[in-house]
């Protein structure tokens, strides 16, 4: 694999990450703005535990819940584009995540081999751009996503920002 589309698709790999994370913190953010503020530390740590399982879910549950976080929350707009173009960038996440890659014909594409649950085969290789494309849909979603958090009032501390 070139040196140059095994970075892109590193670079696809980390932003999935992120945009996991992002999910994560806005399902929290979303979530802990509804919260009463008389809750007893029992509830509180029931709370707790069922945000810490979150983190543990898969893209496709979070999504869900965060689609759930969202209706539950007042006044939040496009929350069905939204959820739509993470329902997207779930299944490139899926193909380039579990890949296992092959040269094609065309030296500028690599065939991700993969079956996913449905048994559906993808057929075709991807090139530079193709990545290059998935990366910037998956920022431009993952922005979107915490501009939502940032509506309930969470800020969010960021790995760096202290460094800026």
Request: include cysteine; charge should be negative.
């Amino acid at each position: 694999m070139p040196p140059e589309f095994a970075a892109a698709l590193g670079q696809c790999v980390a932003n999935f990450g992120w945009l996991e994370e992002i999910i994560k913190r806005t399902i929290y953010a979303l979530d802990r703005a509804r919260l009463a503020d008389d809750l007893t530390q029992e509830e509180l740590q029931t709370w707790l535990t069922h945000i810490g399982q979150i983190a543990d879910d898969s893209m496709g549950t979070q999504i869900d819940q965060l689609d759930a976080a969202m209706r539950r929350y007042p006044g939040l707009r496009d929350r069905n584009r939204i959820t739509d173009r993470l329902a997207a960038i779930r299944l490139h996440r899926n193909l380039l995540c579990h890949a296992s890659w092959r040269p094609t014909e065309d030296k500028t594409r690599w065939h991700p081999a993969f079956v996913n649950t449905k048994g559906e085969v993808f057929d075709h290789g991807l090139s530079l751009t193709d990545l290059e494309t998935i990366s910037a849909d998956t920022v431009e979603i993952g922005t979107r996503v915490l501009r939502v958090m940032r509506a309930t009032g969470v800020e969010g501390y960021w790995a760096g920002d202290d460094e800026a």
